[in-house]
């Protein structure tokens, strides 16, 4: 099946700065991104979305950036927070196809 | 009820057997997901259903895996004479699909161990 199974990547950083969280989707066709947040023993929680027509959307404390020219996606975290420790996906969706998942980031958010 | 629900939560089984793992999808909700979460991986999509289309197996990693969905709304993954590597998190996921903007909803998951 598609997988995205690779060993996690882990991006460390101190409580109150910022985080960026990079991902390369793989299908040009793809109009429409999702950032997941799964924290241990729990299913993966919505972050935020962005539609292809737009580069930019926030949300609270988040932000999505997408470039279409390099198929990549990123999510910026501001003022990071422990609560914010967890794997975070993002995942690529075209048309009437189904929702496939990136490999996931590690966040370690360290006091 | 207020969201995906799963079970069980967790099952250990021995090789051979067969387990049925069973998802509540949010109530209206008309796609629905499975993946499946080895430790410290990434999700691996198994099978897609949307309403009354022919589900997407693509992702079903052989014939010993099969799922369905009832009348549109639970649904059950099966396993058959199960595996050591079948062991991980099996999740599942609903959405009100509309189009491209699909947010998924997950369940918390079902852990399997096979011994």
């Known amino acids: 099946g598609e997988s995205v199974g690779l060993h996690l990547p882990t991006l460390s950083v101190q409580e109150g700065d910022n985080s960026i969280i990079n991902c390369a989707y793989s299908n040009s066709a793809s109009d429409y991104f999702i950032w997941y947040k799964q924290e241990s023993g729990k299913g993966p929680q919505f972050i935020i979305d962005i539609r292809s027509n737009m580069d930019k959307r926030q949300g609270q404390r988040v932000t999505v950036l997408l470039n279409k020219t390099v198929k990549h996606l990123s999510l910026q975290i501001a003022a990071t927070q422990p609560g914010d420790s967890a794997v975070y996906f993002c995942a690529e969706k075209g048309g009437y196809n189904k929702l496939i998942f990136g490999a996931g980031t590690r966040l370690a958010v360290h006091p | 009820g207020a969201g995906v629900s799963q079970s069980p939560s967790n099952k250990v089984t021995e090789k051979g057997k067969d387990v049925e793992l069973r998802c509540d999808p949010i109530s209206g909700h008309t796609a629905l997901y499975w993946y499946r979460q080895s430790l410290g991986q990434g999700l691996e999509f198994l099978i897609y259903f949307q309403g009354n289309s022919a589900p997407d197996k693509s992702g079903l990693p052989s014939d010993r895996f099969s799922a369905e969905r009832t009348g549109g709304s639970v649904s059950t993954l099966t396993i058959q004479r199960t595996q050591q590597e079948d062991s991980a998190v099996y999740l599942c996921?609903?959405?009100?699909?509309?189009?491209?903007?699909?947010?998924?909803?997950f369940g918390s998951g079902t852990q399997l161990s096979v011994l």
């Open positions: 996921a609903s959405s009100l699909y509309r189009g491209s903007n699909e947010k998924l909803f």
